[in-house]
């Protein structure tokens, strides 16, 4: 079963860090482009980062740039977040999802599979 | 950044109804759109790709068109598990963004 589970969520003060974790199943990780989504409480989606199957090539939405990073471990199947320097409109449930490609006529870029979300608190 | 306009913010109807929501780009981004299915606590799910392409396991009452500005998810037949909130997606050119929703509610 293809399948992305998000962990590392949780309650932290304004300034603080957190890493999110995502583990990859059922599916090449390593093939695809992979992406972090989040969604403030009773918010719209917002997508924050993606990252290239390689990890060459990474981007972000402006809001989190020079405080956020993805990455990931292809060996581990396992796409991460690491959130720094965390305000108050950073609380939201944060997604894994796969895909993410610029301009893909795939479906594997149009982010077809989701994890089930991890609750980001950012509150002191 | 390119913005993502859906209408209506809600609608109500009944079920056996069809209906039609419309995501209007703020500049042109060819067929580069999806269209997500989102119910209360669960994560979205991917409905369609590439403006009017089926995502893997979507039943046909869903389709989508369009391209350029304007595009529409078209959702036939309405059963209660269609009632959520759909979203579309620009992925033409970075930020990626989401419209805010449209929320189909039982009439």
């Known amino acids: 079963e293809v399948q992305l589970v998000e962990s590392g969520g949780g309650l932290v003060q304004p300034g603080g860090s957190l890493r999110l974790s995502c583990a990859a199943s059922g599916f090449t990780f390593s093939s695809y482009w992979m992406s972090w989504v989040r969604q403030a409480p009773g918010k719209g989606l917002e997508w924050v980062a993606n990252?290239?199957?390689?990890?060459?090539?990474?981007y972000y939405v402006d809001s989190v740039k020079g405080r956020f990073t993805i990455s990931r471990d292809n060996a581990k199947n396992s796409l991460f977040l690491q959130m720094n320097s965390l305000r108050a409109e950073d609380t939201a449930v944060y997604y894994c999802a796969r895909g993410g490609r610029l301009r893909s006529g795939w479906p594997w870029d149009a982010f077809d599979i989701w994890g089930q979300g991890t609750m980001v608190t950012v509150s002191s | 950044d390119i913005q993502m306009t859906q209408s209506p913010s809600s609608l109500s109807a009944s079920v056996g109804d069809r209906v039609t929501i419309t995501c209007r780009a703020s500049?042109?981004?060819?067929?580069?759109l999806a269209w997500f299915q989102q119910k209360p606590g669960k994560a979205p799910k991917s409905l369609i790709y590439?403006?009017?392409s089926f995502q893997s396991g979507v039943p046909s009452k869903f389709s989508g068109s369009g391209s350029g500005t304007d595009f529409t998810l078209t959702i036939s037949s309405l059963q209660p598990e269609d009632f959520a909130t759909y979203y579309c997606q620009q992925y033409s050119s970075y930020p990626y963004t989401f419209g805010q929703g449209t929320k189909l509610e039982i009439k």
């Open positions: 590439a403006a009017s």
């Open positions: 990252i290239k199957q390689d990890g060459s090539e990474k």
């Open positions: 500049q042109g981004i060819s067929n580069y």
